[in-house]
């Protein structure tokens, strides 16, 4: 029922954020919307989907008066304060993930400090997005407590810093926003691997997008965007030679050692050891530690969930309430209430799941 003229109140879990002028309001036609984004229209992309399913019929536009920051359950760092912090004058190759850092991960970004376009004495700011991602995805607090593991451990050439950023799977598209947003926070190179933002379709499980679409999408436009491009090869573990890059252990007839994600998870939830080439031990024992606490909170909630008389399903959407401000009619969106202490992890992602559909509602 918003309308152009009015003022709306953003709010993140009852804190308010920031106050939007609104001067349009329009049904959008998300089929094109989609495309534009994604490249393709098709509900087995998850960012089509998103729009399609989560957003709603409406959508605002207006200029925004900002109030305070949003209280994230890990350390975020603004823009300027993560540019403070990195040495001046020096060549900064940022590094994004939304997964854990397992030795791949850091044989990729270690090796991009040596890349030909980038000085000697470089660093790397280390930049995951903890926001929320897939449903399979591990929760961004749970990445967060593997990635501060690891702060002491890799060095000072390594920096450190947190995006609260809900990956879209976007491929080609989603690095140039990356790209964008890091140059903002002071990077000078992006580093781009194989397949980055990549998604497959949900019932053929084909990719949407080429395997290096990403970094020629990236080439192309990093002169305009002001910030160098990293180009990485694919990176594999061998017996013979640790991790080089996969064309060279083809051509030398290396074993490639392989471990997928999906049996990754299944060696943590019952228990096996994982390889060192694989994971370091410290990002280890901090899942192994979420896996159990997932555990012990699904077997006390089931008998809950039994004797629990029916009710009605939560909301996906804000309830807009309006109140009264300086005479002007303000829409105050209810959002999910912050974690309680003592909360699992396993309660903690449902609310995360939760909040990116709040953040993406019309």
């Given at each position: 029922d918003v309308t152009a003229g009015q003022r709306v109140l953003l709010q993140h879990r009852g804190r308010p954020l920031a106050?939007?002028?609104v001067t349009s309001a329009w049904a959008p036609d998300k089929a094109a919307e989609a495309a534009a984004a994604y490249g393709t229209a098709s509900l087995e992309h998850p960012g089509t989907r998103m729009i399609a399913?989560?957003?709603?019929p409406v959508y605002l536009g207006g200029r925004l008066h900002g109030v305070c920051l949003p209280d994230w359950v890990f350390p975020c760092q603004t823009a300027a304060e993560v540019?403070?912090?990195l040495p001046p004058l020096t060549d900064v190759v940022a590094f994004q993930c939304r997964n854990p850092i397992h030795r791949a991960h850091f044989e990729l970004f270690s090796r991009a400090l040596d890349a030909p376009n980038v000085r000697p004495g470089a660093v790397c700011?280390?930049?995951?997005t903890c926001g929320p991602t897939q449903d399979d995805d591990i929760p961004g607090d749970v990445r967060f407590r593997t990635y501060e593991v690891l702060r002491g451990c890799l060095g000072e050439r390594y920096h450190w810093a947190y995006l609260p950023y809900s990956m879209h799977m976007a491929g080609p598209r989603e690095a140039i926003q990356h790209m964008i947003l890091r140059k903002n926070y002071g990077a000078t190179h992006f580093i781009i691997g194989r397949d980055m933002a990549g998604s497959k379709s949900s019932l053929t499980g084909k990719d949407f997008y080429e395997p290096y679409e990403a970094q020629e999408a990236a080439e192309a436009a990093s002169e305009e965007l002001g910030i160098q491009c990293v180009s990485s090869p694919n990176i594999v573990s061998t017996a013979e030679a640790g991790y080089i890059f996969?064309?060279?252990?083809?051509a030398a007839g290396y074993e490639v050692r392989k471990l997928s994600g999906t049996r990754f998870r299944q060696m943590l939830r019952a228990g096996e050891d994982i390889p060192d080439w694989?994971?370091?031990p410290q990002v280890v024992q901090v899942l192994r530690a979420h896996v159990a606490a997932s555990k012990v909170a699904s077997s006390e909630d089931a008998p809950n969930t039994a004797a629990a008389a029916p009710g009605p399903a939560p909301s996906s959407t804000a309830d807009a309430v309006p109140v009264k401000q300086q005479g002007q009619t303000v829409s105050s969106a209810l959002h999910v209430p912050a974690p309680a202490v003592g909360d699992s992890d396993a309660s903690v992602a449902s609310r995360l799941r939760q909040e990116r559909?709040?953040?993406f509602a019309g």
């Open positions: 106050v939007l002028d399913l989560e957003r709603g540019r403070a912090s700011l280390v930049h995951p996969a064309d060279d252990a083809r694989f994971a370091f559909k709040l953040a």
